[in-house]
């Protein structure tokens, strides 16, 4: 279980030390920014690793394809991490890295469901 | 001497007044003994109304062709035959009911899963949904409702063809059945005297049964899969406003389902009752001639003719209830396929209606109406085919 507590003092520390490296050089309060919300995704990603599992395993029970799944969690993982990207670019003044981080992020996604795709053609010319 | 002349000729012309009569039934007179015939029906002996069917001419056995395997091991099971009336009366509303729950439990084990399978969908999609401050690039989340959509289409896509397919081999295996049965059943009416309500009986059923063999592979599932390829269209990319179309094929179906089954329904109920008028006038007719002109037999003969209409009476109650038994057993699964599939989309709806999932629910709700569809033809076709057996067997009783 993610304790709340910890992340909200982490969250408020780094945002409070942020404040005060900001007048000292606006390059240390980047790298406390990158590094508290590294973290805090980590925490995230191994909160919701049993959550994945358990759905992964309810999927298995019903007898349903696996890969279906997978698309749909790689799919979740990509738009949060081009989300994380995004904003910390976007946070430094570098908009048009964001840019590219999002153009990257949609890519990914197209790319992860191309296989869909192809089912999706092959269902709809089956029907027809 | 002269007398005995007299008897001999009075017998060889009951005998050539029996043979000319216009009723088959009579014909069975000739075969079934009389002494047989005036016994109670629960003594007679097993193959004794197929044995008569046959001396009428009626292959009882052919309407057992069209059955489906599954259909057949179900009556089997149940001793459901033409020679044994007495199960029939045997079956209780208890089994029936527990016999509708037993499939309809069978039935539920594939949509169930596909509940779990669309749920998992619908809380992954959710998540994103629910963190729109948190993911507040809209082209990402969108194209992550794209994909959602996707992995839906794959997780139903085979589970809704199947129904439908599964409901066109039951249309198909029905009206099969019925265009073997059909003849068998109108054969036995009008050897009990029902000519022209077994005339009208075997014109429209047989049109329904025909129709319904041709529609169910040449035009129902290609309409359907079409339809439901327009929906999954519509549903991954809602700029294709295509509900529109399956809007107006939904009206059309229902309005032209219930145009048919109430003038089906309606001709044969009048073609019916008419006829069992002049059936009667008929039966009645013949019976006064027998009673009247055959010297010193006549009433005999006419009380014989009674008796082997009641027993024809008994196999055409014992083919109809085959009839109607065979149509409901091969109907019924799909029919709680389908009601199962529906539940499953309704709860699937409403998880994605309370989750904001637009994508998932058009998709739910136009697969949901595709199934609607195929459950109102399947139910119109069975209750056509039901209520024109049960009309028959009933006109057939008031006609003495």
């Known amino acids: 279980m993610i304790n709340i507590v910890s992340v909200a003092g982490i969250c408020i520390i780094a945002a409070v030390l942020c404040k005060l490296f900001s007048s000292a050089g606006s390059e240390y309060a980047l790298y406390i920014k990158l590094a508290a919300a590294a973290g805090l995704m980590s925490a995230l990603i191994l909160f919701i690793s049993p959550v994945i599992g358990t759905v992964r395993s309810i999927y298995e029970r019903a007898g349903a394809e696996e890969e279906y799944l997978t698309i749909l969690f790689k799919a979740l993982g990509i738009c949060y991490i081009t989300q994380f990207a995004c904003d910390i670019c976007r946070d430094s003044g570098e908009n048009a890295l964001a840019v590219q981080a999002e153009l990257a992020g949609k890519l990914s996604l197209l790319v992860l469901a191309l296989p869909l795709f192809d089912s999706l053609s092959e269902i709809v010319s089956g029907l027809i | ?400």
């Not at chain 2, 509303?93 to 039935?107: A, G, L, N, Q």
């Not at chain 2, 059936?279 to 010193?296: C, E, M, Q």
């Not at chain 2, 109406?369 to 049960?390: E, N, P, Q």
């Open chain 2, 1 to 400: 001497m002269n007398t005995v002349k007299k008897i001999s000729a009075l017998l060889a012309a009951a005998f050539f007044v029996l043979c000319g009569l216009p009723f088959p039934a009579v014909q069975a007179i000739q075969t079934v003994q009389v002494g047989q015939a005036v016994q109670s029906d629960d003594t007679l002996q097993t193959n004794e109304y197929s044995d008569m069917a046959e001396e009428l001419g009626i292959d009882v056995g052919g309407m057992n062709k069209g059955l489906t395997p599954e259909a057949k091991e179900i009556l089997d099971e149940k001793n459901l035959t033409v020679d044994n009336p007495s199960a029939m009366s045997e079956i209780t509303p208890k089994d029936v009911f527990r016999y509708i729950w037993e499939e309809f439990k069978k039935s539920l084990t594939k949509p169930l899963r596909l509940l779990v399978s669309l749920m998992a969908v619908i809380l992954v999609a959710a998540l994103i949904e629910g963190m729109e401050d948190s993911i507040p690039n809209k082209s990402l989340s969108r194209i992550f409702g794209v994909i959602c959509v996707l992995v839906s289409v794959g997780i139903i896509s085979d589970s809704v063809s199947a129904s439908i397919s599964r409901a066109a081999e039951a249309l198909d295996s029905g009206g099969t059945f019925m265009m073997g049965y059909v003849p068998v059943f109108a054969g036995i009416t009008a050897s009990s005297g029902g000519v022209t309500s077994a005339a009208a009986y075997n014109v429209l059923v047989l049109l329904v049964a025909q129709t319904a063999v041709q529609l169910s592979g040449e035009m129902i599932v290609p309409a359907l899969s079409v339809c439901m390829a327009m929906g999954i269209v519509e549903a991954v990319n809602p700029g294709f406003r295509l509900s529109g179309i399956t809007e107006a094929l939904k009206k059309a179906v229902t309005f032209i389902m219930g145009f048919i089954m109430t003038v089906f329904i309606g001709l044969l109920s009048l073609q019916s009752i008419v006829g069992a008028s002049a059936d009667t006038l008929g039966v009645k007719a013949a019976k006064y001639v027998v009673s009247n002109f055959i010297p010193v037999i006549g009433g005999a003969v006419a009380d014989t003719y009674a008796t082997v209409k009641n027993s024809l009476g008994l196999l055409r109650g014992g083919v109809g209830f085959i009839g109607i038994a065979a149509i409901f057993v091969m109907v019924l699964p799909p029919v709680l396929d389908i009601t199962a599939m529906r539940l499953v989309f309704g709860a699937a709806d409403v998880a994605a209606e309370l989750f904001g999932l637009s994508g998932i629910k058009v998709l739910i709700k136009n697969t949901g109406w595709i199934l609607s569809a195929v459950f109102s033809i399947l139910i119109c076709f069975a209750v056509m085919l039901i209520i024109a057996t049960a009309i028959l067997m009933l006109v057939g009783l008031n006609i003495s």
